[in-house]
C-alpha cells in the first residue's frame, strides 16, 4: 500500500470553503482506480506537554485560532502509480480552488506502509 499525508495550513476566513471542498475531493478520490481510503482531519487539540501524554493526561481542546487553522489529509492507495494518475487528474480539477485557501503550500509526506 502507498499512502500520501498532507498537512494544510488555512487561512481563518476559507474555513467552510475548504471543507465543503474537502468533501468533494473526497468523494471524488474515492471514485478512482486504486483509492483505498480517504481522510481529511481538523486539528482540534493539542498535548499540553510531553508529561502529560507520560501521565495520560487528555490531550486539551483548542479553543481558538490565531492565522490559521491546520487540516490534514490521509489518503491510502493501492501503489505509486495509482498515486501519479490520482495526483495528476485531482490538480487539474482541484488546484485553483484549493491553493487560493491556503496560506503556504502544504508539507507532502509519501510512503509505503510497514506494518
Not at 21 to 42: H, N, R, S
Not at 89 to 115: A, Q
Amino acid at each position: 500500500m502507498f499512502n500520501e499525508i498532507c498537512i494544510y495550513d488555512v487561512k481563518i476566513e476559507k474555513q467552510a470553503e475548504i471543507e465543503e471542498l474537502m468533501k468533494e475531493v473526497a468523494e471524488f478520490y474515492m471514485t478512482q482506480p486504486g483509492v483505498i481510503d480517504v481522510k481529511y482531519i481538523k486539528r482540534t487539540h493539542r498535548q499540553e506537554n510531553f508529561n502529560a501524554v507520560k501521565e495520560g493526561k487528555t490531550p486539551i481542546r483548542l479553543t481558538r485560532q490565531i492565522g490559521k487553522v491546520t487540516y490534514m489529509l490521509y489518503l491510502a492507495l493501492e501503489d505509486e502509480e495509482a498515486h501519479a494518475k490520482l495526483a495528476k487528474v485531482s490538480l487539474d480539477k482541484f488546484y485553483k480552488r484549493w491553493t487560493r485557501c491556503l496560506l503556504t503550500m502544504p508539507k507532502i509526506l509519501l510512503g509505503e506502509n510497514i506494518v
